[in-house]
């Protein structure tokens, strides 16, 4: 699986963006596809994350009455709308697959698959 992640940006502070993760390659109806963030000086942390199947998502709590991760699946794309952005949200995005899923898991290493990131700063 090949991801590819785009529509980062330089931003206000309470403004949106809209992140794309295009997904190519074989997708298994177990997959988890999920977007990181790692801002400066911080480790990688888990966002957002949608099961292929199903839909079913998770958003982590800092961000869950702001951002919003979807998919379209005859696009093959995973898309994280993230709005009334925040200064402290300002870092590199990634977006990720863990292709034998049984849940979504926020924990780094059961991720096999990762795009490269894409740099979103939000000035206050």
């Known amino acids: 699986v090949q991801l590819q992640a785009s529509g980062g940006g330089l931003v206000r502070a309470g403004d949106s963006l809209r992140l794309s993760c295009a997904v190519s390659?074989?997708?298994?109806?177990?997959?988890?596809m999920a977007w990181f963030r790692r801002a400066p000086g911080k480790e990688r942390e888990f966002v957002a994350g949608i099961m292929w199947n199903g839909g079913t998502t998770f958003h982590t709590d800092s961000v869950k009455d702001r951002f919003t991760i979807s998919k379209d699946s005859a696009k093959n794309t995973v898309y994280l709308q993230m709005n009334n952005l925040k200064p402290e949200d300002t870092a590199v995005y990634s977006c990720?697959?863990?292709?034998?899923?049984?849940?979504?898991?926020?924990?780094?290493?059961?991720?096999?698959?990762w795009g490269q990131g894409t740099l979103v700063t939000v000035s206050s």
């Open positions: 390659g074989r997708t298994f109806s177990r997959s988890v």
């Open positions: 990720a697959a863990d292709l034998a899923a049984k849940f979504i898991t926020t924990t780094v290493g059961a991720y096999t698959s």
